[in-house]
């Protein structure tokens, strides 16, 4: 079986799994990483949204032979680990999970993860290109709630803009 190497949340990992087994799987079932969340299974729903390289993506949708070894993959598990201790918020999280808990935006919960990793990549592609969020690019997250927590979300998302 082939071996494949990439970068997890700041460390180096090494699997035995055939190229076409898709990233998510690898994720939870061989490395035991439970953050991103099989949802569709077909990069529609969004709950496995994660970050390659720094931008979001959906590990379901991705074969894990794609990957090199110095791609790297960061989890909502590791997401606290992108900014200094002294950024972080009162419960030692990353500025935008701090924001979500403040505003109460969770429900059931399970695509959270996945809500704030694809906030993020938003927060951090628009800093990019020189500019702050619209409302057009909180319309562009398709990452979807069944819970319907569309509203809180997307003021956590503008509250913890501000704070990173």
Request: one cysteine or more; glycine letters at 12%; hydrophobic letters at 35%.
């Amino acid at each position: 079986m082939p071996e494949q190497t990439f970068i997890l949340n700041g460390e180096p990992v090494t699997v035995d799994v055939e190229d076409d087994v898709r990233v998510l799987w690898v994720l939870r079932d061989i490395l035991g990483v439970k953050g991103p969340k099989y949802g569709c299974g077909i990069n529609v729903c969004k709950a496995c949204t994660s970050h390659i390289n720094g931008k979001a993506f959906n590990p379901c949708a991705v074969p894990v032979g794609k990957l090199g070894a110095k791609d790297e993959i960061t989890t909502i598990e590791g997401l606290p680990g992108e900014v200094p201790e002294s950024e972080r918020g009162e419960h030692g999280l990353h500025p935008m999970q701090e924001s979500w808990l403040d505003n109460d935006v969770a429900q059931c919960g399970y695509c959270q993860p996945g809500q704030i990793m694809a906030a993020v990549a938003l927060v951090k592609k628009v800093r990019a290109e020189g500019r702050t969020i619209t409302d057009g690019d909180l319309d562009g997250i398709r990452n979807i709630c069944r819970c319907g927590t569309y509203t809180r979300i997307r003021e956590a998302i503008r509250e913890g803009e501000q704070r990173m």
